[in-house]
């Protein structure tokens, strides 16, 4: 098979995975949900207790919408965001994975949502809803199933290395020492997801100590909110530093410092990153042989270590950096 | 930003510093509202003294290209655009002499003549 043909398959059928799945999966639940709604007692049971006793309980609308935001518009948010990449001519395991996990995504929450509510057909009160242990066990098999068959009908390519740009060392004299220094920080999508979490995180926070609630859930979300606020210290802006001793990548907090000595620099280049392509998303990412400090899609500095290893951090007027590390290593080369 | 000395030249450190701020402000690199680079980082990756590099801020400060502000500190002005401004103007008549066949060396002798008898 010729490799456009292979390109143009693995297109389709990601589309098939991440965007029809989910929205054929979510379609179907929300037809089923609607049809036995006026069987359901309102509200209806939404969670369940350790022993299998319903404690949780909501209007049947807030089940559909949640069937749809986390059975199609999640998966959709992914699958377009893969998408774009692979038009971009990007590709690789990264995008496989991330079109299994939508449609298993899809599958989960359709099902159980479904699942949970025809339980509770004919009930007077939710309360005397019957557990959902079942429903939970059988939709994690599915999903699990969806998951995997997503995985398989989607052809196996090797991923996308897209050629790093490389720069012209810098004219450095021999007296001649230079530091390239430059703060980079989270892009609008990450600085988006990031600053609803908190907002959204510290409103529940705040409510659940004010109004008279469970002290375990309180407690929780206080543990959510400081996780969160830690996750937006550490990977909201870096200072990413490239002089004699070689690259360097300090959180704006001073930890994590993460750094490349000029001894370990194979080659650098410039490249254009890709994050849910190639990394799954932005923060402190691991991609098979490569770390990456990835805050935006674009413009990026991929230093490879002697070991082989990729290290790369997205940051702008990436090719002066590029240009000053390989004039610092063409120097430690001639002298050692 | 790119800050880069000459341990060897005979100009003296802090104006080597000031200058390669100078350029990054004209060439576009950094811009109005950017924030240098911590002093004692500057000094540490360049293996010079601290006060070399305080002295390149203050005296950038003094021509108006960075204000210093407690807590934030050394930050472009707007004056920084119009050093961008000019660095382009300066490529253009670059480009003009060159086409003329005027060495650089005469260029910038005929510059600094007019500029001294106004």
Do not use: C
Not at chain 1, 59 to 78: E, I, K, N
């Amino acid at each position: 098979m010729t490799a456009e043909t292979t390109r143009a398959r693995m297109i389709a059928r990601f589309r098939l995975v991440a965007l029809l799945i989910p929205l054929g999966l979510t379609a179907a639940a929300v037809i089923v949900q609607l049809a036995i709604a006026p069987s359901l007692p309102d509200p209806v049971a939404i969670h369940w207790g350790v022993g299998g006793v319903p404690d949780g309980f909501a209007p049947v609308w807030s089940v559909v919408a949640m069937t749809v935001l986390a059975g199609a518009v999640l998966p959709l948010a992914m699958g377009l965001s893969g998408l774009r990449g692979l038009r971009l001519g990007d590709q690789g395991g990264t995008y496989r994975f991330l079109g299994a996990v939508a449609a298993g995504l899809s599958a989960l929450i359709t099902v159980v949502g479904t699942w949970s509510l025809a339980l509770q057909r004919g009930l007077d009160d939710a309360a005397g809803a019957p557990p959902v242990t079942t429903a939970v066990l059988v939709s994690s098999v599915v999903a699990l199933a969806v998951g995997a068959g997503a995985w398989l009908v989607q052809p196996s390519v090797p991923a996308a290395r897209r050629p790093a740009r490389t720069a012209e060392p810098l004219d450095l004299g021999a007296d001649e020492d230079a530091v390239w220094l430059r703060t980079t920080s989270l892009g609008g999508f990450g600085r988006m997801v990031l600053g609803a979490g908190l907002v959204l995180v510290g409103l529940g926070t705040v409510a659940a100590w004010l109004l008279p609630s469970d002290r375990a859930l309180a407690w929780s979300l206080t543990g959510s909110l400081v996780v969160l606020v830690a996750v937006t210290a550490v990977t909201g802006a870096f200072r990413v530093r490239v002089d004699r001793d070689g690259l360097a990548v300090t959180s704006l907090i001073g930890l994590p410092r993460l750094r490349v000595p000029v001894a370990d620099v194979e080659g650098a280049g410039v490249v254009d990153v890709n994050p849910a392509g190639e990394f799954g998303g932005v923060g402190l990412r691991t991609a098979p042989g490569r770390f990456g400090v990835v805050l935006r899609s674009g413009e990026a500095i991929q230093v490879t270590r002697r070991s082989g290893r990729q290290f790369v951090v997205t940051v702008d007027d990436a090719e002066t950096a590029v240009a000053l590390l390989l004039a610092y290593r063409a120097r430690a080369r001639a002298t050692s | 930003m790119l800050l880069r000395v000459d341990h060897a030249s005979d100009t003296p450190l802090f104006e080597q510093v000031a200058a390669s701020v100078r350029t990054g402000a004209a060439t576009g690199r950094i811009r109005p509202g950017d924030r240098l680079p911590s002093a004692r980082d500057v000094a540490a990756s360049l293996d010079v003294n601290l006060h070399t590099v305080l002295r390149a801020y203050q005296d950038l400060r003094d021509e108006g290209l960075v204000t210093m502000r407690r807590g934030r500190g050394a930050v472009l002005t707007e004056a920084a655009s119009h050093l961008e401004q000019i660095h382009r103007e300066v490529l253009d008549l670059v480009e003009r002499a060159r086409a003329l066949g005027l060495s650089a060396h005469t260029l910038a002798s005929f510059v600094k003549e007019i500029a001294d008898d106004r």
